[in-house]
């Protein structure tokens, strides 16, 4: 059984900094693409990062310069380090993963999601 569990997130102030960690079981996690969405209230689910199991990654725009993620293969982590936080990133976070082919830039062709973790952003 597959599992993806997010944690770290909570309430920080602008222009602070956190950093999400994600937990996977139960999958080949160094075969795995693994991306993080995020989503604010009354708002589509929105793609903030993600990184192929190459390693190689790709940004939304609006966190370019101030998110960053990382994986651990050996201990079947991911993490976003995010910096210079503004109320707008207020949403929950979801990581995901996915192995097939497709534009991980979008939901679609990710196969598991973890439960979220919601990001407050106090101005």
């Known amino acids: 059984q597959v599992q993806l569990v997010e944690s770290g997130g909570g309430l920080v102030q602008a222009g602070g900094s956190l950093r999400l960690s994600c937990a996977a079981s139960g999958l080949t996690f160094s075969r795995y693409h693994m991306g993080w969405f995020r989503q604010a209230p009354g708002k589509e689910r929105e793609f903030v990062l993600f990184s192929r199991w190459s390693g190689s990654v790709s940004y939304a725009d609006s966190v370019k310069g101030r998110f960053t993620i990382s994986r651990d293969n050996a201990k079947n982590m991911v993490y976003l380090q995010m910096n210079s936080l503004k109320p707008e990133d207020t949403a929950v976070y979801y990581c995901?993963?996915?192995?097939?082919?497709?534009?991980?830039?979008?939901?679609?062709?990710?196969?598991?999601w973890g439960q979220g973790t919601q990001v407050t952003v106090s101005s």
């Open positions: 995901a993963a996915g192995s097939v082919s497709g534009v991980y830039t979008q939901t679609q062709p990710y196969d598991y």
